[in-house]
């Protein structure tokens, strides 16, 4: 396991755009498959976006492509995610996951470091 922190919440205007941020400690990102997921108060943890290791490949949740970019920067050991066009259902806990070499899946069980994650809060 690796720690994870996640950085760049907070409040945005709906419309508006904000960048998160999973920086992990003492390890190479670049060798882990890295999702974001995202939890509302009263509602499940639900899976936004994931970027493989090696090629970088991406996979988002039907209801966000579009609106939601998932990068990594492998000279600053990060992988981001590029909120747009924000809406008030936004509003969540967003918490950056990873697992080494994995498999670039969208359920929470498929990753075993999570971060203790980043409030991010829409006004209408």
């Known amino acids: 396991q690796v720690q994870l922190v996640e950085s760049g919440g907070g409040l945005v205007q709906a419309g508006g755009s904000l960048r998160l941020v999973c920086t992990p400690s003492?390890?190479?990102?670049?060798?882990?498959?890295v999702a974001w997921f995202r939890q509302a108060p009263g509602k499940e943890r639900e899976f936004v976006a994931a970027i493989s290791w090696g090629n970088s490949r991406t996979n988002y949740a039907d209801s966000l492509k579009g609106r939601f970019t998932i990068s990594r920067d492998n000279a600053k050991n990060t992988v981001s995610l590029q909120l747009s066009y924000t809406k008030s259902e936004d509003t969540a806990v967003y918490y950056c996951?990873?697992?080494?070499?994995?498999?670039?899946?969208?359920?929470?069980?498929?990753?075993?470091?999570w971060g203790q994650g980043t409030q991010v809060t829409v006004s209408s």
């Open positions: 003492e390890v190479t990102l670049s060798d882990y498959t």
């Open positions: 996951a990873a697992r080494q070499w994995g498999s670039i899946w969208n359920r929470a069980s498929a990753y075993d470091s």
